[in-house]
């Protein structure tokens, strides 16, 4: 085991460094450069040449690129251009607001996945299955920010439930972390029900059915351990994703985190922060998706990491 | 445990998560403290700084934390702020302001001229975009209470571009961002809590020259979401919005706690045409461009209240406005004129803009081009691509919602229009002669009929169309009294009460 993750670490290096080299060439080749952008479009030129000496983007690209990995081996990203301080303090203060989003939404997707699933997988065929079906295909379908707007319109507009947007009390959280959960809720609950549905047909469950077992116990106590195999996995694999739906929900109901961060430093060409939350991010959806092969091997013991490595 | 058990659990939990958080802020606090929701971001309070000079959030806050030399004030004029009077010599490169005396920063200690010289110089030395109003000055302080601005050439201008100078204490040099996490201002209010992220907390200044501010505290929160923001003001988490569509007005003028107000800006809607392209290098061609599109119309449709047919390049709140003619809708003659004039109709016009916001209105003038055969390619572009190819003169007609944070004609004709500035293809001698005249003569009345010639010679050759006037609406809470709509979108909450408290 210790071999194995040691050579996925190792594997995790290498996928780093892709990750940090990659976005280096994609913010770059982005229209647009900082200088002008922070100084207008009413700089003198002499004005933009300094403050891109300034920057360190008056170098060729070679140099930039040596220099930024050096950087970022000691985790250092340069100041933000935006903000004038470190990128990396700038992303890594607003990476617990996005962190309590991702972990309420995931604990709410998995909860409501794996309920739907399993009321869905436990009774292929019926009404509630079709049901359960159809409904998840609805929340897929819904893009986040119109089922942020709808939330915000329903439970802090009409029923005056919630607040529409900001931070700062539990309540605060609810409507953002359910918006980011419901497209994951609806991944979760389909493949919860197929799964359910496969086990249910095994013999081992027929055998547990002739032991007098209800079939709720069937199901809790036989079938779920076996349908999650496939759901912890997609966990793993659903990080990146909802980092990705993270930077509009947090858009739509202004939460602090690191999606509201990148929007705007995408959108003023501040490679510092764009770069540094990238690495970050990067690091965490790998060591998820690490926490999920490890959890994977633990669910089911046919299953080992060595063959996954 | 039993279900009903479970569901009372349940219910319980979103009752505590919800009970305390729906109207937290806002209106229903019961004391003088108010939310302002905006969507700019504040993710620096330096306005001298490069990043923080051309960034409105931050000038947004910057002007309640610090005091400037002058203010504008609602009609476009200038009033003092630090400064109680103010003069040029007679070229007009030497101006001498006058500062109250016993004025004092939020700390306590005394602000002196010598606070005013060093914040101008360390102004030039940060070469903010701001700074570049400013090539060549110098600034000096002959006593406590008085500073000397001296410029390399006449510059009649001078009190209106100061209206985004700000001043800190002398020992602010260079870039300081551990002073500007707790900045000291002499300002109305003084800063209580700066969230980057998207929350500012201003509290009054005790030792304001004029006098403290009645709020308790003032929180300016960003929320890009136009539905959230909307919904926010209306449940009382807010208690100011502005940026709002014309087509969401009427929703909020309906809610009897709400008033909307709007209010004359210096933006102009304008859509240069890039003369130094062969097809639009002919004034003629550009003017029957212009004729041949139903500005009246369109701004009734997508902007009635915000929105009036524009008789000037630049805004009615700005110096040297003057009327021009307006440009009648005649779409027969202005095909007349193109086909007269040789105009290629097989050419394919590229017309960019950079906001989604005004993608209907851009969409609108394409359609009218479209019916007299004017091919027209309507390119919404990312803002950094779109200021990219501005500069690059990637593009035939080019549209801005162009405003004028100082107050004047200098700051967007005499900038904009010059052989010199290269900003959209059109050079004309005569026109250089009377914008340099204009911003050296110290008379106003002179200057505004300067700039008024000025204006005309724009006008008729048709640079650009200049369709809209633009009006900023505000909605706030009606337990807010002293409000007054600024009209460049930076609202001052120096004289704002809650009413009640």
Known sequence: MTRVVVKRLLVGVLVMWGAASLIFVIVRAAPGDPATLLLGPDAAPDQIRELTAKLGLDRPLPVQYVSYLGDVVRLRFGDSYLFNRPAMAEVFERMPATAELMLASTAIAVIAGLTLGLIAGGRPGKVVDRVVSAGTIALQSFPTFWSGIMLILIFALALRLLPSAGSGTPAHLVLPAITLALPFT???????RTSVAETMREQYINTARSKGLTER?????HALRNSLIPVVTIIGLHMGGLMGGAVVVENVFAWPGVGTLVVDAVANRDYTVVQAATFLVAGIVMIFNLAADLVYSQLDPRIRLESAA | MTRSRLLGLVLATALALTGCGATSGGSDSGKSEITVAGTYPIQNLDPA??????????NLVAQEIFSRLVRPKQDGSVEGDLATDWKSNSTATEWTFNLRSGTKFSHGSALTANDVAASFKRLLDLQSTNAKNFSGYTMT??????VVLKAPKPDASIPHKLVIFY??????????????KS????????LQKFDPSGTVDLVPNPNYYGGAPKLDKVTFKTMPELAARMTALRTGEADLIWGIPDDQLPQLQSESNLSVETVQSTAVFTMWFNSGEPALRDAKVRRALWQAVDFPTIIKQLYPQTGTLADSPISPVTLGYVKQEPVKYDPAAAKAALTAAGFDFSKKLRLQFANAEFRPFNQAVVSDLQKIGVQVDPLEK??????????????????QQLSNPTYDAANTLGRLYTCEAKRNGYCNPSLDKLLAAAVATPDEAERTRLYGEAGK?????????????VKYAYAFNKRLTGFTPDPNGLPDFAKVQVSGS
């Open chain 1, 217 to 221: 116990q069937v199901l809790l106590g």
């Open chain 1, 186 to 192: 609806a991944t979760v609950a389909r493949l919860t």
């Open chain 2, 49 to 58: 700084s490069p990043a923080g000079g051309g960034n409105t959030g931050t």
């Open chain 2, 167 to 180: 001043v800190v204490p002398a020992k602010v040099t260079g870039e300081d961002p551990d002073f500007f």
């Open chain 2, 183 to 190: 900045p000291v201002g002499s300002g109305p209010f003084k």
């Open chain 2, 382 to 399: 990312e803002q950094a691509v779109f200021t990219k190819d501005l500069l690059a003169m990637n593009w035939d007609v080019n549209f």
């Open chain 2, 457 to 469: 010679i724009i006008w008729d050759d048709a640079v650009g169309m200049f369709p809209m006037a």
């Open chain 2, 141 to 146: 302080a002959p006593s406590d209470t008085q």
